[in-house]
């Protein structure tokens, strides 16, 4: 490949900086991604070398169409060996790599710009399942719900769910760390892994595939992979761990005054019910509206309305536990005391199936309803109300007509503080205002010491919030990090942090 | 300060490379020590500034008495920004820093080894406790007892806890990522922390103390920090987690006829418990025959003797749970089995404590028993039988009358796999044999996809272990780690992995 002029130091150019300058808009010669590509096609077979459109059309535009990239190729590689291969192959070609595994992600973390896309889809084997050892392992490419299932099978719970997880595959839910509906008690993607199997930028292997409880065996490698965004390697198996399965499992659905309510609610209940408690969730009224409105299907839970709903769920897999009756006697509680408007509990799992579809279905109808500007965010559990409430009033005092839909995991503090656009108003026009309304729902978030990435990520959409919001000191060791990891800068170029050459995080769509 | 010739790759000195040669052996002159010496007595205060003999023996030995360290004074800062002054001047005059807390580790992570011994017993300040947040701000120096204090005194746990808790801080606990009795239910001490903040080896301060359930915001640097023994920056301060007090407690301590049937009974316990399960220790026949041997305030808890004891705790947080009535359901259906000898439960907490003591215990009266070498190894749950059965028979055949104590943390599959000298032995030459039977188990420990280093740590005593077993690339990559972020290598040199120019693990006593 030709030789690429490389920034040294902040001041000047020289040769001896192994990074080329701005990988994403470097272009390789037509020879060079030539050879590449015949490399690829060679190591994995033609068939999973896909250079036509069509074929790689799907890899280039996240979810919400908020950006669309450019790759040379997709690439399927079917094992550990071959990811390591392809790796190895760019790296020797200086080209950039972007994994993907369902590009389920909400922050643009996976669009490539320039380079190869490499889909680890073919890494779908569940290697084992050891009950015995409460792990299971299982490939990069496994689909989150087959994970579930394999655990299920053995009679064993993989707690990890969140809306996408018929798509999403369990290598991308390490590298975002992704939340989702059972953090409360089971914790984030990262607190499910015992090990880890990781291509490095330089095509090397680290096998970190333990299934132990405690291992204090120098530094704890794979908590730096989790939730990297793929820029600092590419996940390819990992060690997760299995719990038992709940026996007994009720789910209610709560009307309150407000969410301030919702959160006294969830302080009481998480005192009493402790571990049992498996998830609080907040709906505002708005949001339930909705998605009676754009779901024909779904049953209005409660008569009347109320400001704010909780879905609270108890499960326990105590021989004879009676979740049931553990619900209803504190939702009874709640109620004498005010505390509570009005409840209902799922007599049936069926039933309780539909109160979660409530909570699961409200971000695709919120589509229905126009442009939509999101925040996934987190406060101390102590600040939440306070947020909520600070951000709700300073948003709807900057554009009246605006719809705020402030809903989500409360337990966990964290709250997708979405607002729908005012009816009738120019959906692009709106989100144009995106920059404006990040400036207020951040600075709101860290006035009352949050994060502005809560479990969605970084990615490109909040890169530069990051830089804004991010400790100096902290965004300084990220970088180090990557430069250490990644040298040359090809794993997922441009994400999280920006290096030196990295273009804008907001390129067209 | 003098220039040093500095190692640049693996083949030459070049002027180049920041890196001093062997920063352990280099004995400032003694102008950079004065100079170094004086600019903290500025800052610090003459009477933090220890350097009398006296004053400085305590630092330089660990708890076994298997280092003994050399240093230029110990400092005692009393601050965050302190500590951050102590780190720039120490950088500034190229002299290494080794931190300590309560200096009650087990592998030598704390032995100085020349340079500056940094004392974080005057950070002692509980910044913060926030029972709405279920979260806790604790300055580094804080005992770990004193944590636990100040949570039970705001109406909750923190759930950390092992034998040194008297006199272990915290930032130890964390720069060393603290194991103990409650792991099965909580967690390392890793899965306790919410935030950090910590000083780098730049003498900049990064504040991630953040109390929040949820944080993605780039890379997650506290794991990084936690469990690297100070190698890489110093823990200053940290937000905890804290957990509803548990309202029931019952201990029982069960004799069995083998170490496998108490991992069975483990088996049994935990998918019946789950979590109510919060401790599942082991101690063998001979653990217990030496704990009431030597302490004679103990009392034998079951009749006749038994091939192995398990305590068992249950615990929970449910009003109304009977954990008691729980316990005895589960043991006399063991018994009943046949899986179970005998079985006795603690009618009261006084009787639980004493319980509790005979494991507890046993460690220290081991040492009336001369000599132990001594392994803190752990493996899959499933392999766990397997690796005391298999490592018992290897060492006792490598040496006849040899004493093994394979006891803990079975239900972390952690094992404290110590070997007590034969009965008449010379104690020293028996721990002459330390590496071969290093090599003994800790070869069958890798057989079994397990790890040489558990709960306690690498720092000296494992760090050639750890250079002979680890996969090559996880040791590049904490090499590169290591490198990237204390590029001089001052933060406790020689710890957890060499560098090129680092001295031996084993200097004399």
Same mark, same amino acid.
């Given at each position: ?316 897999? *105590?021989?004879?536990? %009676?979740?049931?009756? !553990? @619900?209803?006697?504190?939702? #009874?509680?709640?109620?004498?005391? +005010? /505390? ?98 990040? *400036?207020?729902?951040? %600075?709101?978030?860290? !006035? @009352?010491?949050?994060?502005? #990435?809560?479990?969605?990520?970084? +990615? /490109? ?49």
């Amino acid at each position: 490949m030709a030789t690429h002029p490389a920034k040294g130091g902040a001041s000047g150019y020289v040769e001896a900086d192994p990074r080329p300058a701005n990988p994403f808009l470097m272009t390789p010669s037509p020879e060079t991604a030539e050879t590449l590509l015949a490399t690829l096609r060679d190591r994995l077979g033609e068939k999973h070398v896909l250079t036509a459109a069509e074929d790689v059309a799907p890899a280039l535009v996240e979810s919400r169409g908020l950006y669309r990239g450019t790759a040379l190729a997709v690439v399927r590689p079917g094992s550990t060996e071959e990811v390591a291969a392809t790796v190895r192959a760019c790296a020797e070609a200086g080209v950039p790599i972007v994994a993907q595994g369902g590009n389920t992600g909400l922050v643009g973390g996976g669009v490539p710009y320039g380079g190869i896309v490499l889909s680890l889809a073919r890494l779908d084997r569940v290697r084992a399942v050891n009950p015995g050892d409460a792990a299971i392992t299982v490939e990069a490419g496994v689909i989150l719900a087959d994970v579930q299932a394999a655990a299920d099978a053995a009679g064993m719970l993989f707690p990890l769910s969140y809306a996408a997880e018929g798509s999403a595959r369990i290598g991308g839910n390490l590298a975002t760390n992704a939340g989702g509906t059972a953090v409360l008690a089971y914790g984030n993607a990262r607190d499910l892994v015992l090990g880890l199997e990781v291509v490095l930028a330089d095509g090397r292997i680290w096998n970190g595939l333990k299934a132990l409880r405690k291992n204090n065996a120098g530094y704890d490698l794979k908590h730096l992979f989790i939730g990297s965004e793929g820029t600092l390697g590419i996940i390819t198996a990992a060690v997760l761990k299995l719990f038992p399965k709940p026996v007994s499992r009720s789910v209610g659905f709560v009307g309150l005054a407000s969410f301030r309510s919702a959160v006294e609610l969830f302080s009481r209940m998480s005192r009493a019910a402790d571990r049992d408690l498996t998830a609080f969730e907040v709906i505002p009224r708005f949001g339930l509206d909705i998605v009676l409105k754009h779901a024909p299907d779904m049953i209005r839970p409660l008569h009347g309305g109320h400001a704010a709903y909780a879905l609270v769920e108890l499960s326990s897999t *105590r021989p004879g536990a %009676d979740t049931a009756a !553990e @619900l209803e006697t504190l939702l #009874a509680g709640a109620i004498e005391d +005010g /505390l509570v408007q009005d409840a209902t509990i799922g007599a049936s799992e069926a039933q309780n199936a539909a109160l979660w579809a409530l909570r699961e279905r409200l971000p695709e109808t919120q589509k229905a309803e126009g442009g939509s500007i999101k925040h996934d965010v987190s406060v101390p559990l102590s600040r939440l109300a306070d947020f909520v409430e600070h951000a709700t009033e300073a948003c709807e005092a900057a554009m009246p007509g605006l719809r705020v839909c402030a809903f989500g995991h409360a337990g966990d503090g964290n709250i997708h503080f979405n607002l729908s656009q005012p009816v009738g108003m120019d959906k692009a026009a709106f989100l144009g205002e995106w920059g404006r309304f990040n *400036r207020i729902v951040h %600075d709101i978030v860290m !006035e @009352l010491d949050g994060s502005i #990435a809560a479990e969605h990520g970084i +990615g /490109l959409i909040k890169r530069d919030e990051l830089a804004l919001y991010g400790d100096p000191v902290g965004l300084d060791l990220m970088r180090r990090l990557k430069t250490a990891l990644d040298p040359r800068d090809l794993m997922n170029p441009g994400k999280i942090v920006a290096l030196g050459d990295d273009p804008p995080a907001a390129l067209p769509v």
